[in-house]
């Protein structure tokens, strides 16, 4: 909610000595309690890391290795990345309603799950890196590792995103720390990417190629040996160990660093349903309108991340530098979230929507437009990172706006944040399983040759459509949709105001009972 600026005038027998000093008292205190220190911050934001780091490393990397590593048929690879997100879509809103029914202990009621989960997620990490010495049913090893890594890093991760309301009771205070954690998340992506790739990278099983690729010639010397592909397996292993250590380190952070503050006293209301609370968080109107736009806008990112690596690889011809490519794209991300914080605070959220979206459109055209350079594509990478910190930043920062507008049209209802962010991440989830799908089966049909060194021109074609006209068709869909998002800047902080005088009279009313017993 808001800053405690001061404190509601308390009844009027609490208020009949001294009320001028009764109000110091307890505006100082309260103030003091909903500021976050940086350090607070800061290991908040280290929480976000593992999401991110990972991933990056899945949405680079993942589709490239089924194929080229794991040399699984196109269709399999499509079917383990569609059932893998549409299962982590389920996992989300079915976690966020057993999070939004847990008790408090003595860690908080969000802590918890992201302590647990943590041993889980990593175990299951590192096997998806891992390439069964069989070849019949190697579909289902990945298959089953891939959605449980997904399963628990939806515990962990829908307890991080509802914590942002449990960090602080004021909007700027979690307005700043979703900065921070925006910041280290972009960060997180580069680490991924620069882990991944930088080791990945070193270990390519494909002969000298020349920047233009010769897609007419598929013969034997094009498919790399035994030796080499198994230094491939043996660097993907490696960087998936190291990405491991992180995540616990990151965990460890979070959960020694953080802590979660408890819902002032009210009257509890009763618990929810699944359908329930399905209901309770589909009929807001604001909210709906900015999970569909934001479904668009997220969508256009996600197609271009699934398909950016074997863009450069074989559209582009860039092999040996794809990994690097993609880290400029995230560097300049991460060094464009400031520059974002400060848009969306001076200009209001919604304008910083309409320009950080936008600015992708022309870059994406030109990369396909432009015969293939590496210039080019390194500098229309670093612009192309600008846009891809704004759609970092923006979606979880106008969420909590969201949730609190629910508050103020709905004050008795409380303790179902975590439903808000779950049902969220489950629709862009399943849309992007569904895209990534789709788009990993097209490659089956434009002839993907696995395993191989060059691929058709109409595979080409098929990754020329995926990374430009698909994406920006829909970031302009999506832009449309937010145009109709009702929460503008001058709602947004009638809102903090109403929910400001909620909260002072709620601890008023606690202060009341507390003098009267």
């Not at 069964?132 to 962990?156: A, D, R, V």
């Not at 230094?231 to 995540?247: M, N, R, W």
Request: some cysteine; glycine content about 6%; hydrophobic content about 45%.
């Amino acid at each position: 909610m808001a800053r405690g600026e001061g404190a509601e005038q308390c009844p009027a027998a609490l208020l009949a000595v001294k009320p001028l000093n009764t109000e110091d008292k307890t505006a100082k205190p309260r103030a003091q309690r909903n500021r976050l220190s940086v350090w607070s911050k800061l290991c908040y934001a280290i929480g976000g890391a593992p999401y991110q780091i990972t991933g990056s490393a899945l949405g680079f990397f993942l589709q490239i290795y089924l194929l080229d590593v794991a040399q699984l048929d196109p269709s399999h690879a499509s079917i383990i990345l569609f059932v893998g997100r549409a299962w982590d879509a389920i996992t989300d809103p079915t976690v966020g309603f057993l999070v939004s029914r847990s008790r408090w202990t003595g860690i908080g009621r969000m802590m918890p799950w992201i302590l647990f989960s943590t041993p889980f997620a990593v175990m299951t990490y590192f096997l998806i890196w891992y390439v069964p010495p069989f070849e019949q049913g190697k579909i289902y090893w990945y298959l089953i590792f891939y959605c449980l890594f997904q399963s628990m890093q939806t515990c962990f991760h829908v307890p991080y995103s509802a914590l942002t309301m449990f960090i602080s009771k004021d909007q700027k205070e979690r307005d700043s720390a979703t900065a921070y954690r925006m910041m280290v998340e972009v960060l997180g992506t580069v680490l991924g990417t620069a882990i991944q790739g930088q080791i990945v990278g070193g270990a390519s099983n494909c002969p000298n190629e020349t920047d233009v690729i010769d897609s007419t010639n598929l013969n034997k010397s094009d498919v790399p040996s035994d030796v080499t592909l198994d230094e491939t397996k043996q660097a993907y292993l490696i960087a998936s160990g190291v990405i491991c250590i992180i995540y616990v380190l990151c965990a460890i952070v979070l959960v020694l660093g953080v802590k979660e503050q408890k819902e002032t006293k009210r009257k509890n209301s009763m618990p929810l349903t699944f359908r329930q609370g399905l209901w309770l968080v589909m009929s807001h109107g604001p909210y709906i309108k900015l999970v569909i736009g934001f479904l668009f806008t997220s969508l256009a990112f996600m197609l271009l991340e699934g398909n950016f690596a074997l863009f450069i690889t074989y559209a582009l011809g860039h092999r040996k530098d794809f990994q690097n490519i993609l880290l400029v794209i995230m560097l300049s991300g991460t060094l464009t979230i400031p520059l974002w914080q400060w848009f969306l605070t001076r200009y209001g959220k919604k304008t910083a929507v309409y320009f950080g979206m936008t600015w992708a459109i022309p870059f994406m055209i030109l990369i396909i437009s432009v015969e293939s350079n590496l210039i080019i594509s390194y500098l229309v990478s670093m612009a192309a990172g600008v846009s891809v910190a704004a759609a970092f930043l923006l979606p979880w920062s106008m969420l909590p706006d969201v949730v609190d507008d629910f508050k103020v049209n709905n004050p008795d209802i409380h303790g179902h944040e975590a439903l808000f962010y779950s049902y969220y991440v489950f629709f862009i989830k399943f849309a992007s399983g569904v895209s990534l799908g789709i788009s990993t089966l097209s490659m089956k049909f434009a002839g993907y040759v696995t395993g191989s060194c060059s691929q058709p021109e109409a595979v080409s074609l098929t990754l020329k459509v995926l990374v430009s006209p698909v994406p920006v068709f829909l970031i302009i869909v999506g832009l449309l949709i937010l145009r109709t998002y009702p929460i503008d800047e001058d709602r947004r902080q009638g809102n903090r105001k109403l929910l400001q005088e909620l909260l002072e009279s709620s601890e008023s009313e606690t202060s009341a009972l507390g003098s009267s017993v």
